[in-house]
């Protein structure tokens, strides 16, 4: 059994180029660890030092109880699936699957074993082993990749935008088995997306990274339930959440004629605050409601089992403020007054200088 182990791991290629810095992170047997994050954000470069493809200028890489930090890819025993599926396009499907077993002279019958067994799991009939990867759809191209890194049994998996290539109903597929392939596999897994839906419906935890550093790792229903700052709030859920910046009046903030209660805190109160929630959480008002905003619908965008109503607030001193609210599509909204309710246990804060979270 493994432990991947990244210690205060940093990349520089330059002192103004740092796509990652300092880093430390654990992904235990059996964990499906997400890194997700924007382009640029230091994800795969963090992916690439993992599998030795890098060198780091500074930290530790430990598998196991092994550091691994300076050993060369083919001694960290990884197996990595590319976004380019990186398949041979010369060799057939079963050649490609046992390519590595070769490369390390296991026995022939081991391969067999292995091949048949990943062919199986990924549900690779006999009638595609002969084929070429150019004779494949993209769907079995990427299951061949997934099985050529299964065979190897590593100590940890790495996976880089694997489904990025494919379309959108074949990637919600693929997701699908992926998911329950790896939650077989009692070893740790890396996966690297900037998609946060497969973030959130692959990983039992998920690092959040921006300019090359952790914004927050945690499970993903708490990355999405209670981000740690106003970039992970922005970044995870669609639509995105509403981030208001209003001015504090006594313990409350100002949004246009309104008053939103700020939390019971000892926490002083700044001069600003932003104030975060999800469009799915501001509703029609309820009898217990007691946060109220009005305002009048100005767009409307069709979701299927929801309209995305932006409405501009009622504001007699300020500049324009608009709230986007998930509404159900039993009525139109369009040009509408409209009243909605703010629930406070749905309301993030944040601080306005640096975007971290306010009364935890």
Request: proline residues 6%; charged residues 20%; aromatic residues 6%.
């Given at each position: 059994?493994?432990?991947l ?10 002192p ?23 382009s ?138 992926i ?13 690297v ?23 927050q790792?945690?499970?993903p229903?708490?990355?999405?339930s ?52 999800r ?19 100005f ?11 932006s ?50």
């Open positions: 059994m493994a432990r182990e990244l210690k205060n791991l940093n990349k520089t290629y330059s103004k180029v740092v796509p990652v810095k300092d880093i430390s992170l654990n992904v235990d047997d059996n964990e499906f660890l997400t890194l997700l994050g924007p640029g954000c230091g994800k795969s470069t963090t992916l690439r030092l993992i599998a030795g493809l890098e060198e780091p200028t500074r930290g530790q890489i430990i598998i196991g109880n092994e550091d691994v930090t300076y050993k060369q890819p083919g001694d960290r025993n990884i197996a990595m699936v590319f976004q380019s599926y990186a398949l041979y396009p010369h060799l057939t499907v079963y050649e490609n699957l046992c390519s590595g077993l070769k490369l390390k002279k296991t026995p022939r019958a081991e391969i067999e074993k292995r091949v048949a067994g990943a062919a199986k799991v990924l549900g690779l009939d006999a009638g595609l082993m002969n084929r070429k990867p150019g004779q494949l759809s993209g769907g079995q191209r990427q299951r061949v990749a997934v099985g050529r890194a299964l065979v190897r049994r590593p100590d940890v998996f790495l996976l880089d935008e694997p489904l990025s290539n494919l379309d959108a109903l074949l990637r919600e597929r693929v997701r699908a088995d998911k329950q392939l790896f939650a077989t596999q009692k070893v740790p897994v890396v996966y997306t900037h998609d946060q839906t497969e973030a959130m419906t692959l990983s039992t935890k998920v690092a959040v990274l921006n300019n090359g550093y952790v914004q790792l945690d499970p229903e708490r990355i999405y209670h981000p740690a700052n106003q970039f992970v709030a922005g970044f995870v859920g669609s639509p995105q959440m509403n981030l208001l910046t209003l001015r504090c009046q006594g313990r409350n903030a100002i949004l246009g004629n309104f008053k939103i209660a700020l939390p019971e805190s000892t926490v002083t109160v700044p001069p600003q605050i932003v104030l975060g929630i469009p799915e959480n501001v509703r029609i008002p309820q009898p217990n409601d007691t946060q109220i905003i009005q305002g009048r619908v767009l409307i965008e069709h979701l299927g089992m929801h309209n995305l109503v409405v501009q607030v009622e504001n007699a001193h300020t500049d324009a403020i608009a709230v986007r609210a998930l509404l159900p599509t039993d009525q139109n909204w369009s040009g509408e007054q409209i009243t909605l309710a703010l629930p406070h246990q749905s309301i993030h804060w944040f601080d306005v200088e640096t975007g971290d979270r306010v009364f935890k």
